[in-house]
């Protein structure tokens, strides 16, 4: 978290911790988080906002029911697939629903927002 190894999570997912390593961008971000999240059905998690726009949001789908799964950042609504990323700034509101009948398991990794300056993605503090 924070752009700093949580050597507990590593211990419990030693091999996505393995893979992270390998690509220093996807865990140097100290405004982000990485982590898995599981909703199960009938959840809906309300309109909200992420705390800065400095980052975008990568979620990619491990287990996605085919219907029932979506995502609203702005005004433009989405689905998950299996094996694939979308990604989007969370800065917007964003809300979700899981209206399917099983769950739905994404990996959740947090970037800098490309238009950040080396200097910039240094010199921010973690929130």
């Keep these: 978290q924070q752009g700093?190894?949580?050597?507990?999570?590593?211990?419990?997912?030693p091999k996505t911790c393995a893979l992270l390593e390998r690509f220093p961008e996807s865990t140097g971000c100290r405004r982000g988080q990485i982590k898995y999240s599981?909703?199960?059905?009938?959840?809906?998690?309300?309109p909200h906002t992420g705390p800065t726009n400095c980052r975008l949001r990568m979620?990619?789908?491990?287990?996605?029911?085919k219907k029932g799964c979506r995502i609203r950042c702005a005004n433009e609504t989405r689905s998950w697939?299996?094996?694939k990323v979308l990604i989007f700034d969370d800065s917007f509101e964003h809300e979700v629903w899981?209206?399917?009948?099983?769950?739905r398991l994404i990996f959740i990794v947090?970037?800098?927002?490309?238009?950040?300056?080396?200097?910039q993605r240094r010199t921010?503090?973690?929130i």
């Design 4 to 13: 700093r190894k949580n050597e507990k999570a590593c211990n419990a997912a």
């Design 38 to 46: 599981i909703m199960h059905p009938g959840t809906h998690v309300w």
């Design 59 to 65: 979620h990619l789908g491990l287990v996605v029911p």
């Design 81 to 83: 697939d299996e094996g």
């Design 98 to 103: 899981q209206d399917a009948d099983s769950y």
């Design 110 to 119: 947090d970037v800098w927002h490309p238009e950040l300056t080396m200097h």
């Design 124 to 126: 921010l503090p973690a």
